[in-house]
């Protein structure tokens, strides 16, 4: 009997720490991001969708069209295709399609590029209610950046 | 016959559907339940909601490929998969591994587990019905995943380890983050323990529920803190050293009661131990290369049968391994803690009242996609 009145009280006791502890924080700052208001800013390393890198001198991307990116790829989501111009060494790339919608955004294609060409983006916040917003054309994106 | 009869009319039972979508089972988890009013007489766990073949996944593609699976798999404890898998692979294959890349490995994991502990916590509690603590468990667990975005690049499906070494080296900046945020974790814990584990609510909601025998988790295989809270002593980074585990200095929690607070007392302990390791990592870290010399570009082991166990969050993670000598897997098997932990659920709920076996459940600590895969 004094073993349940013990627990009764050491049991009450325990609630009121507890709601103790609650209003100790209930007082302290907000710890949350206010999103819309507040913008997260993304870490250096944060593996966004890739983007193509351009060459600093003539702005034109850097990329030989080797196809390690898309040999590397587990989903096969990278589709390169370039051609050889006169005048200029090596192939030059005339599409670079990512499809968005298969991409698990591992950056195995970031890896194997020998040619430091292709990069993480920052963007995080892509919506689209068609499938086809998320087939990017980097080269397009590329030169709107520019 | 006539007592089958007899029996039927004394005990008039029901099918009641605990899930796939139920919030208490974090995940599709259906738990077939025939019930005797409030008690259940049979649990028998159904799955394959989530299934999507990653063994067979392994099979079609080559080594590095699989690397992203990983953390599709555990998606809390992401960090032990990938190192699961890798060293199973650098066994195989014969890679050495660096050691700054070790030390990297078992601190990233490490902090992992706490992260998937702290989880574990808040949604535990949650199912019990308390709401607040999950709030300060996510604020603890957001610090973590900070500091392991500015190292890996992602916040959860974490894909940091290589063959041979690991993707980047760590900046200082992550080492005196780690060292801040286990001072703070060290503070908070007290409020843990005052807010949540001595909770009289919580008590009685936990002690003496869902008892499991050491017998029984012996039976059903279970590994992790579900053996710990049975008084098995097993932990795969003692008991089969692997990585440089040996070189540090702490303890395995273990708890003989079997019951559901043992098993929360358990991972308790476990967050305090693994931010021993992690201390003395960053203290013992080595300068050096975080990536194997020469790594082949191609991996090709030698035809045979490989296997290599590590510890999980969640207990025994296990990558068997069968090459046939080709830069594909022949037969990639995956032994998952969770899947066993659960199935010695259906043995152990039997005649407990439905809010314990919850409880019970809750105690696993459940990840519905690394029991599917």
Not at chain 1, 72 to 96: D, L
Not at chain 2, 37 to 44: F, H, L, M, N, P
Not at chain 2, 113 to 127: E, K, M, N, P, T
Not at chain 2, 230 to 253: L, M, T
Request: aromatic fraction near 10%.
């Amino acid at each position: 009997m004094s073993g349940y009145f013990k627990e009764l009280i050491s049991g009450t006791k325990s609630l009121f720490i507890g709601l103790g502890i609650t209003g100790k924080y209930f007082f302290e700052p907000v710890v949350t991001e206010q999103y819309p208001h507040e913008v997260p800013v993304m870490k250096p390393r944060f593996r966004g969708h890739i983007e193509l890198i351009p060459d600093e001198e003539t702005g034109e991307p850097k990329c030989v069209v080797c196809g390690m990116c898309q040999k590397a790829c587990p989903t096969g989501c990278i589709t390169v295709a370039g051609e050889k111009r006169e005048g200029v060494k090596g192939k030059v790339v005339t599409q670079y399609i990512l499809n968005f919608t298969t991409c698990s955004l591992c950056g195995q294609c970031v890896e194997s590029c020998k040619f430091g060409a292709i990069r993480f983006s920052k963007d995080y916040n892509k919506v689209s209610e068609r499938k086809e917003d998320f087939i990017y054309d980097l080269i397009k994106r590329l030169k709107e950046q520019s | 016959m006539n007592g089958l009869l007899q029996q039927d009319v004394n005990q008039e039972t029901f099918t009641l559907n605990l899930g796939p979508q139920h919030p208490a089972t974090h995940g599709v988890l259906r738990v077939k339940l025939v019930m005797d009013g409030e008690y259940i007489v049979e649990a028998e766990p159904v799955l394959g909601y989530i299934h999507r073949m990653h063994e067979k996944m392994g099979e079609n593609r080559t080594w590095a490929k699989f690397l992203p699976n990983c953390g599709r798999m555990d998606y809390l404890g992401a960090l032990s998969y990938n190192h699961g898998y890798v060293a199973a692979v650098e066994r195989a294959a014969g890679i050495e591994v660096p050691e700054r890349a070790e030390y990297l490995r078992v601190i990233t994991v490490e902090l992992n587990r706490i992260s998937s502990h702290l989880l574990w916590f808040g949604a535990f509690v949650l199912d019990l019905g308390g709401f607040t603590p999950l709030l300060y468990a996510f604020d603890d667990r957001e610090q973590i995943l900070d500091l392991l975005e500015s190292v890996t690049g992602s916040r959860l499906t974490y894909c940091y380890f290589r063959f041979g070494g690991v993707y980047n080296d760590i900046e200082d900046s992550f080492i005196t983050g780690t060292r801040e945020f286990i001072k703070r974790l060290r503070k908070r814990m007290p409020m843990y323990d005052a807010l949540v584990t001595k909770n009289i609510i919580l008590i009685k909601r936990l002690k003496d529920i869902g008892p499991i025998s050491k017998d029984m988790a012996r039976r059903y295989g279970a590994t992790g803190p579900v053996a710990r809270g049975s008084g098995i002593n097993f932990d795969v980074r003692k008991h089969e050293p692997y990585s440089v585990y040996p070189e540090f200095d702490f303890d395995i929690p273990v708890y003989e009661e079997g019951d559901s607070m043992a098993r929360y007392m358990v991972r308790m302990d476990e967050m305090e131990q693994s931010m021993r390791i992690v201390e003395q990592a960053l203290d013992k870290l080595p300068e050096g290369p975080v990536m194997a010399a020469k790594p082949p570009r191609i991996i090709k082991p030698e035809k045979g049968d490989y296997y290599h166990a590590v510890e999980a969050a969640r207990g025994s993670f296990g990558v068997r391994l069968v090459s046939d000598g080709t830069n594909q897997a022949y037969r990639l098997k995956l032994r998952s803690p969770t899947f066993s932990n659960l199935s010695l659920f259906n043995e152990a709920a039997r005649g407990m009242l439905l809010p314990d076996a919850l409880a019970l459940m809750g105690s696993l600590d459940l990840v519905i996609p690394e029991i599917d895969r």
